[in-house]
């Protein structure tokens, strides 16, 4: 296997018509780990942004030709999300202002400080990695699925994902299996979708949702007078879903009578309404979910055995976000995008020290906790960018918590960065690429330093 590419350095522009700033501009920004291009005009650095990319550019505000200003907005109009830096002296100090309001990053004042300076194009760059990294996972929800929040590209979502597109074309029972949250019902939708009868209805039912003396008037109808308050004739969910789809959800709370007719749709594909003697024959393909161990409640007595192998024809087993960490920054940039559209805030990315927070989190309440948790954050949200002082209080302080290593002083480094290394694999459940991404480090370093640590 072949180790995947070292990443990139950051590339910034410097503009400057002063030629020993220049040089002495890509000396400290070359030690500081970027990649340097100089120009001494705006014409020549318009070029430049033309032919390569520039996370961002520091321009001198008084150059001669075209000056900072202008420069800016020529940037902003060919490069965007390109950010930029004006450098300034203190009489002109109104006119960096102003290039604030035009679309600069930041400013910085003449003579130049070097740790202020490195700072601000620091900073600038993180905001352009950062809105580059949110565009990426934007591209990669379309690529990997078209459901709606059924995304993933986990190993574990991803074999859930071939089965939802193998099941579809055949009218055989579903059953999906998984903790509360995972997204039972959305298996279900994609399922009948996908299906030979996405044009017939879909009907769902929370069987837990709805008293056990109701229930059977739910799912199969009633005749008028059938009971007290039953004043005219009603049409179940079976027969409502004829020609489709019957989701079942927590089909695991059916009372035993029900349990036994709906074996006999399932086998004969009839029934008769609550208080009738009228055979009414359905095509219905049904779909059934529960969080409860159904096979453990069979051989309790609990539930009926034969209809638990009607049911469990193909079986979708959806794991719980813990146990597909990698999907978390997809699923969180999916439900940034629709609360920020609902909510009409433009809200667009999600700061590194938030996602980290949102990566190293358990989500006992599995998806539908973390779309809550988004939508907490987009309301709350006071600019474009989610930060982790927006994450609810239960989230971020359970997981910062965890974030922290107490060190004996005295202790050697390399013990100090196999502890670090130990306990970021840890709050990342062993998954090596998420590691790297918060240690700032290539995967291929992880894999050498637990190589090291076995030898």
């Not at 040089?23 to 120009?39: H, K, T, Y």
């Not at 490195?118 to 949110?134: D, G």
């Not at 502890?419 to 998954?431: A, E, F, H």
């Amino acid at each position: 296997m072949s180790e995947p590419p070292a990443p990139s350095r950051p590339r910034v522009l410097v503009v400057d018509d002063d030629r020993a700033a220049l040089e002495s501009l890509a000396q400290i920004f070359d030690r500081e780990g970027f990649e340097v291009r100089s120009e001494t005009g705006g014409e020549a650095a318009l070029e430049a942004l033309r032919a390569e990319d520039f996370g961002v550019v520091l321009a001198d505000l008084r150059m001669p030709g075209m000056d900072g200003m202008d420069l800016l907005r020529a940037i902003k109009a060919l490069r965007p999300d390109t950010e930029v830096v004006i450098m300034t002296a203190f009489g002109t100090i109104e006119k960096a202002v102003e290039a604030m309001r035009e679309g600069a990053y930041d400013f910085v004042t003449k003579p130049l400080k070097r740790p202020l300076v490195v700072r601000s194009v620091t900073r600038a760059h993180e905001k352009f990695a950062l809105k580059a990294e949110n565009l990426a996972l934007r591209a990669e929800l379309e690529a990997v699925s078209g459901e709606r929040n059924l995304i993933g590209t986990s190993p574990a979502m991803r074999r859930v994902l071939d089965t939802v597109a193998q099941v579809p074309p055949a009218s055989t029972t579903v059953l999906v299996l998984g903790e509360s949250g995972t997204g039972k019902e959305l298996v279900a939708r994609a399922v009948h979708r996908r299906s030979r009868r996405a044009r017939g209805p879909f009907v769902a039912i929370n069987c837990a949702a709805i008293p056990v003396t109701l229930l059977e008037s739910e799912l199969f109808g009633h005749e008028r007078g059938a009971f007290t308050g039953a004043f005219a004739r009603r049409e179940g969910r079976f027969k409502l879903a004829d020609g489709g789809t019957l989701f079942l959800d927590e089909v695991a709370e059916l009372d035993p009578m029900v349990q036994a007719k709906l074996l006999r749709v399932l086998q004969e594909g009839e029934f008769e309404r609550l208080g009738g003697t009228q055979t009414i024959r359905t095509d219905v393909r049904v779909i059934a979910s529960t969080n409860k161990a159904l096979a453990e409640m069979v051989r309790q007595g609990r539930f009926r055995e034969d209809l638990y192998y009607r049911l469990n024809v193909i079986t979708i087993t959806l794991p719980p976000l813990r146990d597909r960490i990698d999907d978390v920054p997809l699923l969180a940039q999916r439900f940034l995008a629709r609360f920020a559209e609902r909510n009409r805030k433009d809200v667009r990315t999600i700061a590194r020290e938030a996602m980290e927070l949102l990566i190293a989190h358990d989500w006992p309440g599995n998806v539908r906790e973390l779309e809550n948790t988004i939508e907490h954050a987009v309301v709350l949200c006071r600019g474009d960018t989610v930060r982790a002082d927006d994450l609810p209080d239960l989230v971020a302080r359970e997981t910062s918590a965890k974030q922290y290593l107490t060190i004996q002083l005295g202790t050697p480094l390399d013990e100090i960065e196999q502890q670090v290394l130990q306990q970021t694999l840890r709050l990342t459940r062993g998954n090596k690429r998420l590691a790297a991404q918060l240690l700032g480090v290539a995967v291929r370093t992880i894999y050498r330093k637990l190589a090291g640590e076995e030898s």
